[in-house]
């Protein structure tokens, strides 16, 4: 008898919130922008391997500029691919991180209203995927599709380095994660990017492990 494959991104049969506070990780040595990053009382929203949804063309032949978006989505996933394990899926009940061709609404702070090219949302749940519950990160990654080709893949890029865990914001500009963009859009990631993601994989996590199924109110964290 052959052995079946286990299906690595099963869909969701479930799913309830879970409200996880975060505040900035208490280690002092911290590698890399470590210490200016977020994490839960359960641990960082990380998971072993990340199953990535990306929106499709809205036709079987995409105008040009939903062809750059997807290639600038696609080049940004492949440099992440290169430092950690992902897997596409087609069907976004399958995925851990979603990401949709649409510009993010505008923020009201204190000085005002503001825009941005991209956002990250985090939801913190409780999935139960072939029949075993599990604490999960799921987020819905908005890339604007109104960008010039470098700067939309430099956008996925930094979103995505949200996506997979790296809550928080570099305050060296030659990272991926900057908070912000200089003159040249950044489109790969740095020796701090990889040490700091590197670390952040090695510390201890819930996500990813079984768990009871309590329900709680949802919460959401978002990181431009």
């Known amino acids: ?24 990780i208490a280690v002092a040595d911290a590698p890399g922008y ?5 994490t839960t009382g ?3 929203p990380m998971l072993p391997r990340w199953c990535v949804w990306v929106e499709p063309a809205s036709s079987s032949e995409p105008s040009r500029w939903e062809a750059r978006w997807q290639r600038g989505v696609d080049q940004s996933l492949k440099v992440w691919g290169q430092v950690l394990p ?3 899926v087609v069907d976004p009940q399958r995925a851990h991180v979603r990401i949709e061709r ?3 609404p505008r923020r009201q702070l204190p000085d005002g209203w503001r825009a941005s090219n991209g956002r990250s949302l985090l939801e ?48 060296q500009a030659g990272d991926a994660m900057a908070v912000s963009q ?26 990813g492990k079984p768990v009871e199924t309590d329900q709680t109110p949802e919460t959401r964290l978002r990181n431009d």
């Open 1 to 24: 008898m052959v052995a079946l494959t286990p299906d690595p991104c099963p869909p969701a049969q479930e799913v309830r919130s879970v409200d996880l506070r975060f505040a900035p």
């Open 34 to 38: 470590g210490q200016q990053l977020a």
């Open 42 to 44: 359960l641990g960082p």
């Open 86 to 88: 992902m897997i596409r």
């Open 102 to 104: 649409r510009r993010p």
């Open 124 to 171: 913190t749940l409780n999935v139960r995927r072939q029949e075993v519950w599990r604490l999960e990160p799921r987020v819905t990654v908005l890339v604007s599709p109104e960008l010039r080709a470098s700067a939309l893949q430099a956008t996925a890029l930094h979103e995505l380095g949200h996506a997979f865990g790296l809550w928080g914001h570099s305050d």
């Open 182 to 207: 200089g003159r040249s859009p950044l489109l790969r990631l740095s020796k701090r990017d990889q040490l700091t993601l590197e670390w952040m994989r090695r510390q201890p996590t819930q996500f």
